[in-house]
């Protein structure tokens, strides 16, 4: 079998990445396999659909009526969920 190195990973990365595959009660390396595994089961599509961008668009919402900007603001607002990142432990995959 081949072998993979990662150097230079960030230290929230890793310490998240530690967490999840204790949750999953797998080791470092089977929960990296598994999570490029799954990741490389989406077809390219689904890859291109789930950038960054993609999601932001997603998740904005635009009004077809001529409401005023707070209104909207108030309507986006109220559509967030809350993630737990900024609170407690940090986590990347929260």
Known sequence: MAILQVRDIDDELYKALKKRAKMERRSMSQEVIKIIEMY???????????????????????????????????QIRSKRINSGRFSGEPNVFD
Not at 66 to 72: G, V
């Open 40 to 74: 490389l089961q989406l077809s390219p599509q689904s890859r291109k659909n789930s950038t960054s961008t993609e999601e932001f668009l997603n998740l904005s919402w635009v009004s077809d009526k001529n409401e005023s900007a707070e209104d909207i603001i108030n």
